[in-house]
């Protein structure tokens, strides 16, 4: 058997596409954990704004600070908007990848197993051929033996020998 088949060098190939497409998952992964980090990030600093305008206005606030706080908060919010879409993009991307590395390893799968029955198939034609000799080797002893006896064995069918004296 060929140590080193086409077969094992596509499984190899395919093995190699498969670490790529994991690493790059896992790279889309973090990359939306980050995405989501500042979403959540920006959500709590705006929520924490819109404390500090409450509390300001428990007090008594200025239109000036009072306008100054609403446009900061509409600006928070249009980068809240616009990180939500970074996260709803970089979720898409990871299914991308995901859907990706799936078909890989579905490839390395079908280059295991047709492996895998290549190799079966050859240990069962070396237990046959080693069956066939072990077979041929037994009845050459058993003629040889029939020989050595006087008998004359011209087959390996114990019941067509025949006996000679």
């Known amino acids: 058997m060929n140590a080193r088949s086409p077969l094992t060098t596509l499984k190899d190939l395919a093995q190699d596409t498969c ?4 690493q790059s998952l896992g790279h889309s992964r973090r990359k939306l954990q980050e995405a989501q980090q ?31 706080y609403q446009q900061f908060l509409a600006s928070l919010d249009q ?3 616009g990180q939500r879409q970074a996260v709803n993009d970089q979720q898409r991307h990871l299914d991308r990848q995901q859907q990706a590395w799936q078909g890989e390893r579905r ?41 050595d006896r006087g008998l004359d064995v011209t087959t390996t069918d114990s019941s067509a020998s025949t006996t000679r004296f």
């Open 79 to 81: 980068a809240i908007a």
């Open 38 to 68: 500042r979403l959540d990030q920006l959500l709590t600093y705006r929520h924490e704004y819109r404390q500090r305008l409450e509390n300001s206005m428990q007090q008594g606030i200025e239109p000036a600070n009072w306008h100054n």
């Open 107 to 147: 490839k390395l799968n079908t280059y295991d197993t047709l492996i895998t029955r290549r190799d079966n198939a050859e240990q069962q034609r070396a237990a046959r051929r080693e069956q066939q000799l072990f077979d041929e080797m037994s009845a050459r002893m058993t003629r040889r033996q029939a020989n």
């Open 19 to 22: 670490d790529q497409a994991a």
